[in-house]
């Protein structure tokens, strides 16, 4: 079964899902060499569109996402990855989860998460994540 | 926050999360008008890629997703909706969920879950889904 990477422009979605609680903790996207990537060290590699270029989650906080199981969907054009993520969490802005913002029924959003930790001791300023 | 439809040419991913289970179903793309028909239904509502319109999961099957949360990540530019998935399974092909197939080691995929549905019995040939 072959990823059908063309399909949107060469990127695939990795949805980042914690092995144990079962939590959705970000969303990536893969070109066939971050998939190769992420298949030869078993943890995650990414393409970043900001920067156009593979980019390890982790590289510089060392909050690397051991990856243990791989699924693709039924059209072979998303990925699921299910991870042990290390350190207190995968989020930039300090959170364990990219998705701690709820979005409410009148369209707005708020924080529904708590902070893990301290994203300014973690990242320098312009740092790779 | 306004969602980043621009980021990714007016489309983002959603990840579709069982609430109760946690289990990830499936992940489909929304437009604007497929976000602002999800938030008014509250049930969920796509942008096909292939069929170049708005599509409502279930519309032929019965299947439909009851949005009871939804996320926005750091970004902006992804998506999670917690639901309850009405019928036996989200996937044209009779399982539970889209991703029902891991990739192993050598690259290879088979299938690791069971079939909740036969597909032929909900799925009229060539009907949407």
Redesign the interface.
Known sequence: ?EIAFE??GGLV?A?I?DNR????L??GFMNAEALAET?RTREAVFFS?SRNRLWKKGESSGHVLRVL???????AD???LRVEPLGPGV???G?RS??????E?D???RAVEERTFDPGKVYASGAER
Request: glycine share 8%; net charge negative; hydrophobic share 35%.
């Open positions: 079964m399909k949107s979605p949805i899902q609680t079962g939590e959705v970000m969303l298949q569109r199981e791989m699924r693709v969907d039924c059209d998303a990925l699921l989020c930039h802005e959170y990219c998705f701690f913002r709820q979005i029924g369209g707005s959003v």
